[in-house]
Structure formats: structure tokens, C-alpha cells
């Protein structure tokens, strides 16, 4: 899951100097003309709360923690997006080429801004209340007032000018809403009053060609996923005046079987959504070098009391930079090498987990080191980039797994790398 605007923080690059994702910020100016990088470090909240700036910097730094967490192993089996958050989204999944999502974006920033300028908005949401109560509201303010984010099950956003936004927040507690929230935004995003962004939009996106998703991309405007890259140029304007079927999306990746929704870029917002319209998935955050390290652990089962209730990685085992996990290059069944055990444990390669019964440790091969056979994926075989200790399997033998998976975890410290 990505964020979208209002996720931006002042200095929300600075955990990430020094890490070799950082480089992604480099790519960006260059794509855009910007200093970007000056955006995640010095700019204070003023200037980032810019529409034209605040997109841009949420959509890089989000792309700067993809890129870490691809890095240590992993990858989406499926994405989404708030609002901003979709290009990325779409570039997370291969649709988007980074230098043209980075130039779409600007744009896209720099159309909402004018719009919004010309067209004055104000958006707030609306908390405790239904999606049907909430555009009852709308309905009844008798003005520019629409709905614009489905967020979650009892929190909805709306919409529109002042006047009109002002009304709809009487009415709303009127109808039962617990509070009424203002957002500090510079316009009336996800409605009409957009409409004067949607020229410059279409012309940038016309020039962009668009490719076929490696993993499913859910739609903000209907929540469905589209595979067919020739729809997303117009689904990416109906979104600019369309509401954002979050809570619906969040549906939508429960039903395609996700167990774990993983909001990567800065803040934590969606990681608060999914847990209330998908409480039965683990919802986690990654925005620090930090996360990286519990993000791991989590993915390969361990419990999750690691992670506060604002979603973020408290202290735990240190994965980023002393482990690493082999992940499968394709789809298909696995077969684990017989010949390999987690040190200590006597775990059997088709074993998952810490304990149980397995072989006699003592007696087991657990070191590889890099090019090592590990296992194979149907008759595709799976070699190890790393040199290290077999930690734990992560999948069993004779289970289907995706690109991507991970199989296997290491230990790499030592001569490791």
C-alpha cells in the first residue's frame, strides 16, 4: 500500500541518507529537473503542504523505501494506492517506469495546484458516520460538497467548497458523526472542482506508455484490479474527479488473499485504515531503515507484537543488516535441498518454524555460500546470492509458491555479504 498526500513530514528523508536507496532520490531530479532531495531534507511543512511539492516528495520517498525493501528480499504480490499513492503503486508493479511516474506526478501536482487555486476547495473527514449518512449529508448542503474518500468503515472524507464543506459538517453530527476533522489542503481533491486539471493531465499521460502489470493493481475508482495497460491513462484521470474507494480496496486484496498489507513511504495512515476495514489482516508500516529490520521477521511468521499500535517496527531482531532471505525467481512448486538444516534446530528443509521434529542438527550442512544450491522452483534451480547460516525455511517442500517468495533465511554475518 502507498500513501498518498498529507503523509509528507519535514526532514522525512533524513533516516534514509546514507542508505544505497538513496539513490533513487538522484534519479528523480534528474527525470524532473528538481532538487528533490532538498524537498525530503531542508523544506519546511509550508512549502511541502504545496500541492506541486508535496506530491512529488511523498511519491519519491515512497519509492526510496520500496527500493530498500527489495533490497533485503522482498516484493509485492500485489499493490495499491491512495490517491497519489497509485502511480506509485503502479510504478511498484512495472506499469510505470520510475522517470516517467516521477514526471507524471509533477504534473499531475502542478495541474492540482492551479486547479485549486482557481477553483478555492477545502476537504474534511468525517468520523463515526456511514458512507450513506455522509453523502446524505452532501446531498443536503445543497452545494459543491461530495464525497471523496470511502477510507474505512466509519470514517469517510468530504469535499468542496468552504461554504459548502461547512455545511455538510453540521449536518454530519447531526446524522451521528463523532468528529469533523479539517485537512489542511489547498483544494477540493477527488471532485469536480478538479476538473480544470484534467487537460494537462490527459496530455501528460498521453504521452507515457503504460505496461502490462507484473502483480495486481487495485483502482482507486472502482476497486477492481486492471491488467490491461491501455486502461490506466483513463482511470487515472477518473480519479483526479472521482472518489477513492479505499475501504473497498483494502476489500478487494483481502479477497485476492492477501494475509499481509504492507504501507510502504512515509506515515502510517493506511496502515490505521486496513486494520479497521480488514481487521483480520496484519496491517503493518514501513517508513524508517529501522522497519526493514522487523519487516523480515514479520513476513516469516514470527509473532507480531514487535510492531506498536501506530504500525511502525519497535526493536527486534536485526534482519537488514546481518540477514538477508532467498527468494523464489519464479512460480511454481518447491523443492528444498535435502542436504540443508537451520544450525541448532534440526529443522528438515520441509519444515517451517523453530521447533519440531527434524534430524539430528549436529550431523546437518547449514553454511552455504553464495551460487549454493538451495533448493529449485518446478526445474528451475534456486541459488543463493549470499554467503551465511541457514536461519529457517520459510516455505515447505511441495508448496506452490509465487516470484518473489521467500524460501529461505540466512544469517550472513562474518565472511557473509
Given at each position: 500500500m502507498?500513501?498518498g498526500?498529507g ?12 542508505h544505497p ?21 531542508d ?9 506541486s ?10 519509492l526510496?523505501?520500496l ?16 490517491s497519489?499513492?497509485?502511480y ?28 485549486g487555486e482557481?477553483?478555492p ?16 449529508a452532501c ?5 459543491d ?6 477510507n ?15 455545511a ?6 447531526d446524522?451521528?458523526?463523532?468528529k469533523?476533522l479539517?485537512l489542511?489542503v489547498?483544494?477540493?481533491?477527488h ?8 487537460p ?5 499521460l ?16 472502482d476497486?477492481?484490479v ?5 486502461e490506466w ?15 473497498q ?7 485476492l488473499?492477501?494475509t ?10 493506511l ?19 529501522d ?6 521477521d514479520a ?16 526493536q ?6 546481518s540477514?538477508?532471505v ?9 523443492a ?11 529443522l528438515?528443509?520441509g519444515t517451517v518454524?523453530?521447533?519440531g ?16 544450491l ?5 526445474v528451475t ?21 509465487q ?7 540466512l ?5 557473509g555479504?
Amino acid at each position: 500500500m502507498f500513501p498518498g498526500q498529507g503523509s509528507q513530514r519535514s526532514g522525512m528523508g533524513r533516516p534514509w541518507v546514507d542508505h544505497p536507496s538513496w539513490e533513487v532520490v538522484a534519479e528523480a531530479s534528474d527525470a524532473v529537473g528538481r532538487d528533490v532531495e532538498r524537498l525530503l531534507l531542508d523544506a519546511p511543512m509550508e512549502e511541502l503542504t504545496n500541492t506541486s511539492n508535496a506530491q512529488l516528495a511523498t511519491y519519491v520517498q515512497s519509492l526510496v523505501v520500496l527500493d530498500a525493501v527489495e533490497r533485503v528480499g522482498l516484493s509485492p504480490a500485489a499493490c495499491a494506492g491512495h490517491s497519489l499513492g497509485e502511480y506509485t503503486a503502479l510504478t511498484a508493479s512495472g506499469a510505470l517506469g520510475f522517470g516517467d511516474g516521477a514526471v507524471l506526478v509533477a504534473a499531475r501536482g502542478e495541474a492540482m495546484a492551479r486547479a485549486g487555486e482557481d477553483a478555492p476547495g477545502t476537504m474534511a473527514a468525517l468520523i463515526g458516520i456511514s458512507d450513506d449518512d455522509a453523502e446524505a449529508a452532501c446531498h443536503r448542503a445543497e452545494g459543491d460538497a461530495w464525497v471523496a474518500n470511502y477510507n474505512a468503515p466509519g470514517q469517510v472524507v468530504v469535499a468542496g467548497t468552504s461554504d459548502a464543506i461547512a455545511a455538510v459538517a453540521e449536518i454530519a453530527r447531526d446524522l451521528g458523526a463523532r468528529k469533523v476533522l479539517p485537512l489542511p489542503v489547498s483544494g477540493a481533491f477527488h471532485t469536480p472542482l478538479m476538473a480544470p486539471a484534467r487537460p494537462a493531465l490527459r496530455k501528460a499521460l498521453g504521452d507515457i506508455v503504460f505496461a502490462t502489470p507484473e502483480v495486481p493493481v487495485v483502482a482507486n475508482v472502482d476497486a477492481r484490479v486492471h491488467s490491461d495497460p491501455a486502461e490506466w491513462p483513463g482511470l487515472l484521470s477518473a480519479q483526479l474527479c472521482g472518489p477513492v474507494r479505499w475501504r473497498q480496496t483494502v476489500e478487494t486484496l483481502s479477497g485476492l488473499g492477501a494475509t499481509s498489507l504492507i504501507e510502504i513511504g512515509p506515515g502510517g495512515v493506511l496502515t490505521g485504515l486496513a486494520r479497521r476495514a480488514a481487521p483480520e489482516l496484519q496491517a503493518l508500516s514501513v517508513a524508517t531503515p529501522d522497519d526493514l529490520d522487523t519487516l523480515l521477521d514479520a513476513v516469516a511468521g514470527h509473532p507480531t507484537d514487535a510492531w506498536g499500535d501506530d504500525g511502525h517496527a519497535h526493536q527486534g531482531e536485526h534482519l537488514y543488516m546481518s540477514e538477508r532471505v532467498v527468494v523464489s525467481p519464479c512460480s511454481g512448486i518447491f523443492a528444498p535441498e535435502e542436504s540443508l538444516t537451520a544450525p541448532g534446530t534440526g529443522l528438515l528443509p520441509g519444515t517451517v518454524g523453530r521447533g519440531g521434529a527434524g534430524s539430528d542438527a549436529s550431523s546437518s550442512v547449514s553454511h552455504v555460500r553464495i551460487g549454493d544450491l538451495v533448493g529449485r522452483v518446478g526445474v528451475t534451480e534456486v541459488r543463493t546470492p549470499f554467503e551465511g547460516e541457514v536461519v529457517r525455511w520459510l516455505s515447505v517442500a511441495g508448496e506452490r509458491v509465487q516470484e518473489g517468495q521467500p524460501l529461505v533465511w540466512l544469517r550472513v554475518g562474518g565472511n557473509g555479504r
